[in-house]
């Protein structure tokens, strides 16, 4: 009870307050390595989508580097190939290829891996996430690819107005956190229901992250063509969904990221509507923080004391817009910052998935510099 008085407190507070009027946020200290990983000679990376670790401190990385292939000759054409995921031992040493030519691998979204160290794939044009052993063979399946794969059609890109206040930059391709993408007719929308609400049902339009509770059960923010979180038991049955397309609390435009803290609550980088949304495992809204920009990734630190960085990302297209990254206590005070958009070591471009098991250690998936970077803070803002 002590928790959920101070969560809705800190909300209030963030929920009246305008941007500007937010006290001065501390500047963190820290390190980057931009090479931390090594690839063989004969391999690249390209647009870095995922980034996650295993408890052995094995990292994974999932890229939209591939060879697309459309095999036909068959009643379905099969799209396949537009994206590899490479693992790489805590040293950084490359080990292998996981899932190489599978089916759902087309082009990547997200990478996390759960507390039993399975591997799960979130595949935004398969329309589907996968669950592999911590070996790379297949455990299950949710959502399903489409009979036939169509270029998704965005709203054109706006002008940012500035940082504080201003509009969110949109980003053509879907990718940033400013006008949300087209709504498609198919992947979810069943029976007519409110836009980006789609079906009470196991099927996707454009998923762009996974997340679990304490009982195993299993959220997915779907995504950019719906604007919900599907909810599945611990064996992947569904078991409901919540959200539309809009601005009002509650509803979403382009959900980009989840996470689940050790209470059981769900946070959602609402990222066209520049928030994260804080809801019960049965979607009932229970705060929400206004201050940490265009939040494209979140992620939560494990242990008894639980953090979260929020990636205040820049759009691909505009390499001088914020890019900074938040430190964030659960109740949604902003505890810190770092970095800013660019090229550079200690700059960050489209930074799509962040992973950090630990408070001093933080890795991010970089779509717009192609790489991943490894993050060691050196001081860190008060939890207190």
């Known amino acids: 009870m002590k928790r959920t008085i101070q969560l809705a407190i800190g909300v209030l507070v963030l929920s009246v307050a305008p941007l500007g009027a937010q006290l001065v946020v501390p500047e963190l200290a820290y390190d980057v390595q931009i090479e931390p990983l090594k690839l063989p000679p004969n391999l690249n990376f390209g647009e870095v989508a995922g980034v996650a670790t295993n408890s052995k401190g094995d990292v994974f990385v999932y890229t939209r580097t591939g060879h697309p292939t459309l095999s036909l000759g068959t009643a379905r054409p099969f799209a396949h190939g537009g994206s590899r995921m490479f693992r790489f031992d805590k040293t950084g040493k490359y080990v292998g290829e996981i899932g190489q030519g599978v089916y759902a691998f087309l082009f990547a979204e997200k990478v996390k891996v759960d507390p039993q160290d399975n591997i799960w794939v979130v595949d935004q044009m398969a329309n589907t996430v996968l669950e592999l052993d911590p070996e790379g063979r297949v455990i299950m399946l949710l959502g399903r690819k489409a009979e036939s794969e169509r270029v998704p059609v965005n709203l054109p890109p706006a002008q ?197 098991r630990t408070e001093n250690e933080v890795w991010a998936a970089e779509l717009g510099n192609w790489r991943v970077s490894k993050i060691t803070l050196r001081g860190s803002g008060s939890t207190n």
């Open 160 to 356: 940012p107005q500035g940082r504080a206040g201003g509009a969110a930059p949109a980003d053509a391709g879907g990718r940033g956190g400013g006008a949300p993408a087209a709504q498609a007719p198919e992947g979810g929308r069943r029976g007519g229901g409110p836009p980006g609400a789609g079906g009470q049902q196991d099927v996707f339009n454009r998923p762009t992250d996974v997340a679990w509770d304490a009982s195993g059960n299993i959220y997915v923010a779907d995504g950019l063509g719906n604007s919900r979180i599907a909810k599945f038991d611990k064996n992947g049955k569904f078991v409901r969904s919540w959200g539309q397309t809009g601005t009002a609390p509650g509803q979403f435009r382009q959900p980009r990221a989840i996470v689940v803290d050790a209470q059981g609550l769900v946070y959602v980088a609402d990222a066209g509507n520049r928030r994260i949304q804080v809801f019960d495992g049965d979607g009932n809204l229970k705060g929400r923080f206004l201050n940490v920009g265009t939040p494209r990734a979140i992620c939560m630190t494990q242990g008894p004391r639980q953090v979260m960085y929020v990636s205040n990302s820049n759009p691909p297209e505009n390499i001088d817009y914020d890019g900074n990254i938040y430190k964030v206590d659960l109740t949604g005070k902003l505890l810190g910052t770092f970095g800013r958009a660019g090229h550079v070591a200690k700059e960050f471009n489209a930074v799509n998935q962040l992973e950090c």
